[in-house]
């Protein structure tokens, strides 16, 4: 989610910037603010890393308290059902190191 906003972020650079080209008779009739090619990847790639980073942030922190909230139940849940089903035991017999 955090790579696809950061690649949506460059069209907030090209919504401010634009480079010279012959299509803007090259700045002349820009209504942008005109910038160099090298200096307009540069602002992509720096706005895109930045709100991605926020994303991911943000994602990260939501996820981790919810599995915070979620994991003791199916932590539980997991060893009664390989108690039940006696899966650790098999695992243990069919070990490399015994």
């Known amino acids: 989610m955090g790579f696809l ?13 634009v480079t010279k080209s012959i299509r ?3 700045g002349l009739t820009a209504k942008k603010t005109v910038v ?3 200096t307009y990847h540069a602002l992509e790639w ?3 890393i ?3 980073f926020i994303v ?3 994602v990260t922190k939501v996820i981790k308290k919810k599995i915070d909230e979620k994991f003791p139940i199916y932590k539980f849940r997991f060893l009664r059902w390989t108690v039940r089903n006696k899966s ?3 695992v243990k017999e069919n070990s490399l190191y015994t």
């Open 36 to 38: 160099d090619r090298q």
């Open 88 to 90: 650790a035991f098999k």
């Open 46 to 48: 720096i706005i895109s």
């Open 24 to 26: 803007n008779l090259w």
């Open 5 to 17: 906003l950061g690649i949506a972020a460059t069209r907030l650079v090209s919504r401010f910037f």
């Open 50 to 52: 930045v709100i991605g």
């Open 56 to 58: 991911f942030e943000i």
